[in-house]
């Protein structure tokens, strides 16, 4: 049940399920989550993806993201895998979704349909080396500047997001 995704049509309607790496390889589109977390002195918190990763190893990266399984919502999904990755839990808004496609490496691909969150938090994480390998908060302009500079450094769906989310997090500052 964990390696099973939720597949999608473009609206974002469930149509089916597919086991996780079959739905990589053959660019199924399916459900996911991006969370990013924003300490409230502004910074974000960034995970380098773990090396032993699927895909996208070693990159840095928002502070979670994964699928939900079928059957549960893609909040619960998202507070869950929050914990297991990062060993937090937080209030997490849902700001938005989007559709993007992109060839990973080892012959992968992501066609995903990625629900947005947003969440505050002020302790110290927590992160599960499978998960990630490293994690640092960041200043949201030195993190611009760096991912301008070295985009080959983040994620695919991290830099299609940032932007968005950083618009929609200064009508909302608190987050």
């Not at 609206?11 to 589109?29: C, D, I, N, P, Y």
């Not at 914990?83 to 808004?93: A, I, S």
């Not at 994690?135 to 080959?152: F, G, N, R």
Request: glycine share 6%; with cysteine.
């Amino acid at each position: 049940m964990e390696d099973t995704v939720i597949l999608v049509d473009e609206s974002g309607a469930e149509v089916g399920v597919a086991e996780k790496m079959a739905a990589h390889r053959t660019a199924r589109l399916h459900r996911a989550f991006s969370i990013f977390i924003f300490h409230p002195d502004g910074r974000m918190l960034l995970q380098q993806r773990a090396a032993g990763k699927y895909h996208s190893a070693g990159l840095w990266t928002n502070a979670c993201c994964s699928h939900p399984r079928p059957g549960e919502s893609t909040a619960d999904a998202a507070h869950r895998r929050l914990q297991e990755e990062m060993g937090f839990d937080c209030e997490l808004e849902e700001i938005f979704h989007f559709t993007y496609q992109a060839r990973l490496d080892n012959g992968l691909s992501e066609h995903e349909y990625d629900h947005v969150f947003i969440g505050a938090f002020d302790g110290t994480p927590s992160p599960n080396p499978d998960e990630a390998g490293d994690w640092k908060w960041i200043a949201v302009d030195e993190l611009q500047q760096d991912v301008q500079s070295h985009p080959e450094q983040y994620t695919h769906w991290f830099r299609l997001a940032l932007d968005r989310v950083l618009y929609h997090r200064e009508g909302n500052p608190r987050l």
